[in-house]
């Protein structure tokens, strides 16, 4: 993927943006989100080409970029305002609350009792105690995505011969999975604090890309094979998926 600064004037701030190729797309279409731009492009099409279809696109995108940021600075954040006890926690779909209690271990470590957050907290760590307990509890979502994403991959992925060559956890912004071309697939993390229903349908849609690599008919019918309700699954990631983009 390439990253090109460009502009449609000489009077106008220069628009900073990301080239995808895609065996899958027919035309080159822009995506706007709030912290990038991405061009997806045909493999074949010129960058020359590309660069000026961006560049009559130069209004466009500005008032697009404002959209979409104004609208992702009006989400409300899911995330408590600190990480002490008491807190509610996003995971899956729900709010958890938050107990720490001090150990006198040197690392932290997070318990999930199925009703609460219990995170052990070092006595010798001074600094900085909110941002530490956020980023274990990261971490620790992290490896439950992974374990979750396999058990959806191994319930769905024999069904049609969907077997995907590998597996990454990625923190995203943007996107919520890719199936790569040698059907690779890449799961945002974050779908971790959505209910667990939603991981379930970005697991399936991915896989479904290694029989079909576009969004063709028979595409979302293999889909609907597989989760007969899906609508209602990407309909809720585009209803509150902004506050999910915002983490913890």
């Known amino acids: 993927m390439n990253r090109h600064p460009k502009a449609s004037s000489a009077n106008e701030d220069p628009i900073n943006y990301q080239i995808r190729r895609s065996g899958r797309a027919q035309k080159t279409r822009i995506v706007v989100s709030a912290?990038?731009?991405?061009v997806v492009a045909p493999l074949k099409i010129s960058e020359q080409r590309i660069?000026?279809?961006?560049?009559?696109?130069?209004?466009?995108?500005?008032?697009a970029l404002k959209r979409v940021?104004?609208?992702?600075?009006?989400?409300?954040s899911l995330a408590p305002a600190a990480y002490i006890s008491g807190a509610m926690v996003p995971f899956q779909g729900r709010q958890i609350p938050l107990t720490v209690k001090p150990t006198t271990a040197k690392r932290i470590r997070v318990q999930f009792t199925g009703e609460h957050f219990l995170v052990y907290f070092p006595e010798a760590i001074a600094?900085?105690?909110?941002?530490?307990?956020?980023a274990a509890l990261e971490s620790w979502?992290?490896?439950?995505?992974?374990?979750?994403?396999?058990?959806?991959?191994?319930?769905?992925?024999?069904?049609?011969?969907?077997?995907?060559?590998?597996?990454?956890?990625?923190?995203?912004?943007?996107?919520?999975?890719?199936?790569?071309?040698?059907?690779?697939?890449n799961l945002n993390w974050l779908l971790?604090?959505?209910p667990p229903v939603i991981m379930e349908y970005v697991v399936v849609h991915e896989l479904c890309h290694i029989r079909h690599k576009n969004h063709s008919r028979d595409f979302w019918q293999l889909v609907a094979a597989h989760q007969p309700d899906y609508l209602?699954?990407?309909q809720w990631l585009k209803q509150h998926g902004a506050s999910l983009m915002r983490g913890l």
């Open 35 to 38: 912290d990038k731009i991405e």
């Open 51 to 63: 660069h000026a279809f961006v560049a009559a696109q130069h209004a466009w995108i500005r008032d």
């Open 69 to 76: 940021r104004h609208s992702a600075r009006n989400q409300p």
């Open 127 to 134: 600094d900085g105690r909110s941002e530490h307990i956020r």
């Open 141 to 185: 979502m992290k490896l439950h995505t992974r374990h979750l994403a396999e058990q959806w991959i191994k319930k769905h992925s024999s069904t049609h011969g969907l077997t995907p060559r590998s597996l990454r956890i990625k923190t995203q912004k943007s996107r919520w999975g890719s199936c790569g071309p040698h059907n690779d697939i």
């Open 192 to 194: 971790i604090l959505a």
């Open 232 to 234: 209602q699954h990407r």
